[in-house]
């Protein structure tokens, strides 16, 4: 069965703080993963769709890579504005298209 | 980027009634889902909606609680039937473009 975790729940950084968010994923083979963002009281914001170990996406202060096992979220000198839940979603081959996704990591930035 | 919009944005409804909930999208897409995010909770898929087929339902959600219709490229709907508390929660509709897939405001669902 197809799983998603991601952690840590929750992650308090201070502005400037860069840090990381971690998604480990078991999947039957993967057609692509993707992040979001959230913000409380709206619908998921598209951030990045990845296909393949070893690719790398960038947007603004934000970077994801991909591995076999999991994909890091880095958040570089972050500002209040990028407080958020961030989510991830593994889409399988046999999915139908489906995106499977994980509880989410709320991260607060505080100035 | 797909602009989706729903309708309402957040209801009250009563133990036993029924609601549905309306996805506008500003271009024609194939596919279309509905998701449920619960407190605390993953968001979860009820179901695949594609124009000119039945909607395909996941594993706990069934037709006659979730009756969904795709009358067209750029609208679905999705009824929460009989209603009772533990329906409340957040409805997204989502589509998928250009091998992404994006998502709506959301519809909140509470259940008195």
């Known amino acids: 069965e197809d799983q998603v975790t991601q952690s840590p729940e929750a992650l308090r950084l201070q502005e400037g703080e860069s840090s990381s968010l971690n998604c480990s994923y078991t999947?039957?083979?993967?057609?692509?993963l993707f992040w979001y963002r959230q913000d409380p009281g709206k619908g998921p914001e598209f951030l990045f769709t990845?296909?393949?170990a070893g690719e790398e996406k960038e947007k603004e202060r934000l970077k994801a890579t991909l591995t076999k096992k999991e994909s890091f979220l880095h958040i570089t000198a972050p500002k209040p504005e990028d407080s958020a839940t961030y989510l991830c979603?593994?889409?399988?081959?046999?999915?139908?298209?489906?995106?499977?996704f994980g509880k989410g990591t709320s991260l607060l930035v505080t100035p | 980027s797909a602009v989706i919009s729903q309708k309402p944005s957040r209801d009250i409804c009563q133990r036993g009634t029924s609601l549905t909930i309306q996805c506008q999208v500003d271009?024609?897409?194939?596919?279309m889902f509905w998701y449920r995010q619960q407190p605390g909770q993953s968001l979860t898929l009820i179901a695949t909606?594609?124009?000119?087929?039945?909607?395909?339902?996941e594993s706990g959600f069934v037709i006659d609680k979730f009756p969904i219709s795709r009358p067209n490229l750029t609208f679905s709907t999705l009824t929460v039937s009989n209603m009772s508390p533990e329906d409340s929660s957040i409805y997204l509709c989502s589509v998928r473009q250009s091998y992404e897939q994006y998502f709506g405001p959301g519809t909140r669902l509470t259940v008195t």
């Open positions: 909606a594609n124009q000119g087929s039945e909607a395909t339902y």
């Open positions: 999947v039957s083979g993967l057609r692509g």
């Open positions: 979603a593994v889409q399988a081959q046999n999915s139908g298209y489906a995106l499977n």
């Open positions: 990845l296909y393949s």
């Open positions: 271009s024609q897409v194939t596919m």
